[in-house]
């Protein structure tokens, strides 16, 4: 009997044929730096305080699997669909609002919590809006940052900079296929890990590829920035002057003797070939070679 083995191959979207995909691992790691960093600000400490960041990834969206409640957060640049597990945001909010020991023993049990028994209160929403607010602004301050400064949006008129933040906004479950930033993070004290994710739109994730399409193409036109002709180096020698003697006399030779010579054309070498002729000058105290002329 003849046993047959299937092997999943990658399907490539042709949407992406040409944009640097292969490069958000990079981002990636831009952003959960940012994350990290912003999390151990003493405003935000106050939530984040039990918390570090694991990993972020980036993936696709295949259907439905996320089952957390999503909110959209949207400013100029762009809009950004938000949710969080809902063991990490009952962690957070116990971290928040708990108090000394009672604070402990809750942070070491969010993991165990089953979160069908405990009630959504107003509270736990408004905090799931404040975090999600605050991460969608850690995450489209990394796009601008990465963008060339022509790309970058512009507020809108009589809008200070300050204030094109992330604003609520209606949300919904993404549709298949939409770019997910998954966010893994883990509570120190217990060790439990969660996740958050992000859902960039079309805009934003354009945004996010032509920041790294920026670099590799500067590190393109720098390569070819100029013909190869003038980008080689080479070593030119400038033989001055030459004058045949015996060897008697240049054994005889002592300290302080003069050989004379004449100064006529010098002859330009590269290696052992002789190219050119030159004249020899002086210049500010220099001897220079102009008036090059053909080797013949």
């Known amino acids: 009997m003849t046993t047959t083995k299937q092997t999943q191959h990658q399907v490539l979207d042709p949407c992406l044929l040409g944009r640097p995909v292969h490069l958000l691992h990079i981002f990636a790691a831009q952003l959960r730096d940012d994350l990290a960093q912003s999390m151990r600000l003493n405003m935000n400490r106050r939530y984040w305080g039990g918390f570090q960041v694991e990993d972020v990834a980036f993936s696709r969206l295949e259907g439905k699997e996320i089952r957390s409640r999503w909110l959209s957060f949207a400013a100029p640049a762009g809009q950004i669909a938000f949710a969080m597990e809902r063991k990490v945001l009952l962690s957070v909010l116990n971290y928040r609002y708990g108090s000394g020991a009672k604070a402990d023993a ?5 993991a165990s919590v089953d979160e069908n028994a405990v009630r959504v209160t107003a509270t736990e ?3 799931a809006v ?6 969608a602004g850690t995450l489209a301050g990394r796009i601008e940052l990465n963008l060339p400064a022509t790309d970058k949006p512009v507020p809108a008129e009589g809008q200070d900079s300050a204030d094109a933040e992330f604003k609520p906004a209606p949300g919904s479950h993404p549709p298949k296929g939409t770019w997910i930033i998954t ?4 509570d120190v004290s217990s060790g439990a890990t969660g996740q958050y994710w992000f859902a960039l ?17 500067s590190g393109k ?14 070593g030119l020698i400038g033989r001055l002057a030459s004058k045949e003697v015996s060897l008697g006399s240049l054994y005889d030779l002592q300290v302080g003797d003069v050989i004379p010579v004449s100064l006529a054309r010098a002859d330009v070498l ?5 190219l050119f002729t030159a004249a020899v000058t002086e210049h500010k105290g220099k001897l220079c070679l102009t008036s090059f002329e053909d080797a013949e």
Request: aromatic residues 0%; proline residues 2%; charged residues 30%.
């Open 106 to 110: 809750k942070a070491d049990t969010a």
């Open 125 to 127: 929403e408004r905090l």
């Open 130 to 135: 404040v975090l999600g607010q605050q991460l």
């Open 183 to 186: 966010v893994t993070v883990a």
């Open 201 to 217: 739109d079309k805009q934003l994730m354009a945004s996010v590829l032509r920041g790294l399409l920026r670099d590799r193409d």
């Open 221 to 234: 036109k720098s390569k070819a920035a100029a013909p190869l002709a003038q980008r080689l180096q080479v």
């Open 270 to 274: 590269l290696e052992d070939s002789r």
